[in-house]
């Protein structure tokens, strides 16, 4: 009885829901197909063994591929659990909520989104029930911030020179991502402002209610502290930023299109997409749209309401340079559309009561990796894949190197890298070069040399498809790995053949 009334429920919901039952089920499906399955609590993994460094989103995705393909890991987070387990999402308001759809943030095949835009509670949930779903608990240190990253005598990693604590490791996944602490900047003369000041990541509790509310930054952040302030009841609402940002719409096919640009950049058909974005999504709001900056140079931002609220007469989007504060607001140049940072404007003060920050995050650091991967020419992001140093690929730094991109969030990659990393581990044909890495970054660079941002500062998904593509291609050893690389699938049949690869090195050895 109790199954045909779920049954019943389902179709029920069905009728009444088609699209959200298409994209459950097509979750469930996802999850069935290429999700890893979890290890037994008492199965015992083996190498190579892998150290995880952060407890974030990537972080807990990559471990949980490792683990799920049967090697070892060990994650270690620098904050207490509360504040680590999560990253970003532990740390951020409880009103923030995803800008772009859920189905291009599938960090992990088993996550299973009920929303197409959820919450940071539910956002946090999911990366805490894959961290628990492959037995990671066990396997994570917290408090325990990573200073160094060396080999031993036997060429193993060691972990903060403590392997007797930590044992040691065959590969090492950097996963500290792009935003640490939150970044705050000193205004001129902030001590004449009598309101209160905030981050934009400190919101929950504060109240702006009735209040003229200064929101100093052009980012994401920005447009997420304008929600709040308009959820709350602000009375007026200042965005004063320094630059223009390309904002595109939170429509998940506009997005996925805009990010199928392979040649990861601007090119001579760019204004195509911009010319569509200026007439048919900025309309009347043109003059705050980039004037001298293509799509393809910077990261946009994601939000359809933004518009909406400038238009309703509840908020301002101001362009310019922040002069100084005053005792009831800020002296602001404002700049026409256009004029570079720093040029000329037309002063005057804008009101206001409480001052957010929307000042972004500090960029966590990777310095605590060998020296030797920080290479002049080949420092990040200019490495292999922009994630493997060219001086050892069993060092990944998937999520930590970029700096601009469009639909590369917590997506399909998180996995491939990861795989790519286990397949270099395990099998050493298929294992690249220095020589080769640096041709390939030297490659990238000529094939991108007329982009108006350097090769790895900026790339789409589609290009990031394309350098997959290109790589497993390039070498015949790694063909058997494809399956594994791009889907997870038959890691056992190229295992096999390294095992008999390895017997046939070992056999001719003996024999010269």
């Given amino acids: 009885m109790a199954i045909i009334d779920r049954a019943l429920s389902l179709l029920a919901f069905a009728f009444k829901h088609p699209l959200a039952f298409v994209y459950i089920a097509l979750q469930e499906i996802l999850s069935l197909v290429f999700s890893p399955s979890p290890p037994p609590p008492t199965d015992k993994l083996h190498r190579p063994r892998i150290a995880v460094i952060g407890a974030g989103l990537t972080g807990v995705s990559s471990a949980a591929h490792c683990v799920g393909h049967g090697f070892d890991v060990k994650i270690f987070e620098g904050r207490v659990k509360q504040k680590g387990l999560g990253g970003i999402w532990s740390r951020v308001n409880s009103t923030s909520a995803l800008q772009i759809h859920s189905i291009m943030f599938r960090f992990h095949p088993s996550v299973k989104w009920d929303s197409a835009y959820p919450s940071q509670k539910k956002i946090k949930e999911q990366i805490v029930s894959v961290w628990e779903r492959y037995g990671l608990e066990k396997k994570t240190v917290f408090d325990t911030p990573v ?7 036997a060429g193993r990693w060691i972990i903060n020179d403590n392997e007797v604590e930590h044992g040691t490791f065959d590969g090492i996944i950097a996963a500290v991502g792009s935003c640490g602490d939150p970044q705050m900047i000193q205004l001129p003369s902030h001590e004449k402002f009598k309101g209160p000041t905030f981050h934009s990541s400190e919101l929950d509790g504060k109240q702006v209610k009735g209040k003229k509310v200064l929101i100093i930054g052009g980012g994401a952040s920005a447009i997420e502290a304008l929600e709040y302030a308009v959820k709350c009841g602000a009375a007026e609402i200042d965005v004063l930023s320094r630059s223009d940002k390309w904002v595109i719409p939170r429509n998940v096919f506009v997005d996925m299109l805009l990010a199928l640009n392979i ?6 058909l760019s204004w195509i997409p911009e010319w569509f974005l200026r007439r ?6 043109d003059d705050i749209s980039p004037a001298n900056k293509g799509l393809y140079t910077d990261t946009p931002m994601v939000n359809s309401q933004l518009f909406d609220q400038i238009r309703a007469g509840k908020a301002r989007w101001l362009r310019g340079d922040i002069i100084s504060a005053e005792e009831d607001g800020i002296l602001f140049n404002h700049r026409a559309k256009g004029v570079p940072k720093g040029g000329p404007g037309h002063e005057s003060q804008v009101r206001g009561d ?17 020296d030797q991967v920080f290479e002049q020419r080949y420092a990040p992001p200019n490495w292999y894949l922009q994630v493997f140093p060219p001086q050892d690929p069993s060092i990944c730094a998937t999520n930590s190197t970029y700096l601009n991109a469009i639909g590369t969030v917590g997506n399909y990659h998180i996995g491939i890298y990861t795989r790519l990393l286990l397949m270099f581990l395990v099998d050493p044909l298929t294992r690249p070069q220095e020589p080769l890495m640096k041709l390939w970054i030297d490659l990238t660079r000529f094939l ?4 108006p941002t350097k090769a790895f500062d900026f790339f789409t998904y589609a290009e990031l498809i394309y350098w997959y593509c290109f790589v497993s291609i390039i070498n015949p050893f790694r063909w058997k790995w494809v399956p594994f690389i791009f889907f997870g699938m038959f890691r056992g049949l190229p295992a096999t053949v390294v095992e008999q690869e390895d017997r046939f090195r070992e056999l001719n050895g003996k024999a010269e």
Avoid: C, H, W
């Fill in 354 to 370: 409480v001052i957010i920050m929307a000042t972004g995050y500090k960029r966590p650091s990777i310095s605590f990796l060998p």
């Fill in 147 to 153: 200073q160094s990253v060396k080999r031993n005598s």
């Fill in 280 to 285: 048919f999504f900025y309309r009347d709001l």
């Fill in 448 to 451: 991108k040399k007329f982009a």
């Fill in 263 to 268: 040649f990861g950049g601007e090119t001579s």
